[in-house]
T-cell receptor
Framework: EAGVTQFPSHSVIEKGQTVTLRCDPI?????LYWYRRVMGKEIKFLLH????????ESGMPNNRFLAERTGGTYSTLKVQPAELEDSGVYFC?????????????FGQGTRLTVV | QKEVEQDPGPLSVPEGAIVSLNCTYS??????FMWYRQYSRKGPELLMY????GNKEDGRFTAQVDKSSKYISLFIRDSQPSDSATYLC????????????FGSGTRLSIRP
């Protein structure tokens, strides 16, 4: 069974540009999460999808970030326009049931560098 | 003040030693306690999960939760070079279980 897959593995963009990160969860996992780790900080929660619905987006830093999960399968996280402080590693995770009742599996992350 | 405090290390021990990793926290509402292992350029991998207080053992790994002291520990027995990684403590509440709060991670190195 394939794990959580994230594309691209690394992205370098200029300040002001747009970047779209993609996450393919494990098949059958209704719960999908985005987390990120910016330089020198802890991994922090961004948002949680249950199927195609946003269950909790309280961790999204501002309106430059837009997450979608059309059809309840893969998810995208768009940053527009990107700022220098958005640099970091963006992790996606998925779980069959919600965290606490089952394990969440993390992808390898997308390393975003804004220059 | 951070909700979860973890000594970043690095921690270097000889092969075969017992490793003790610890975290403290401030939010008494945390009920789910986790330890993740992260190898370089990889995503976090769940090692241990505990609900509320108590101990849990899985092979060479033992997780302990002391809610009265707001203190959690991970012990690794008979440490191996392959255990060299960053270890992240993490926790969440019942009402916001998906919002995992991570520690900063402890970088562990096992010397052959």
């Amino acid at each position: 069974e394939a794990g959580v897959t994230q594309f691209p593995s690394h992205s370098v963009i200029e300040k002001g540009q747009t970047v779209t990160l993609r996450c393919d969860p494990i098949s059958g996992h209704d719960n999908l999460y985005w987390y990120r780790r910016v330089m020198g900080k802890e991994i922090k929660f961004l948002l949680h999808f249950v199927k195609e619905s946003k269950q909790d987006e309280s961790g999204m830093p501002n309106n430059r970030f837009l997450a979608e999960r059309t059809g309840g399968t893969y998810s995208t996280l768009k940053v527009q326009p990107a700022e220098l402080e958005d640099s970091g590693v963006y992790f996606c995770a998925s779980s069959r049931l919600r965290i606490g009742r089952t394990e969440a599996f993390f992808g390898q992350g997308t390393r975003l560098t804004v220059v | 003040q951070k909700e979860v405090e973890q000594d970043p290390g690095p921690l270097s021990v000889p092969e075969g030693a017992i490793v003790s990793l610890n975290c403290t926290y401030s939010n008494s509402a945390f009920q789910y306690f986790m330890w993740y292992r992260q190898y370089s350029r990889k995503g976090p991998e769940l090692l241990m999960y505990t609900y509320s207080s108590g101990n849990k053992e899985d092979g060479r790994f033992t997780a302990q939760v002391d809610k009265s002291s707001k203190y959690i520990s991970l012990f690794i027995r008979d440490s191996q070079p392959s255990d060299s990684a960053t270890y992240l403590c993490a926790m969440s509440t019942v009402s916001s279980a998906s919002k995992i709060i991570f520690g900063s991670g402890t970088r562990l190195s096992i010397r052959p």
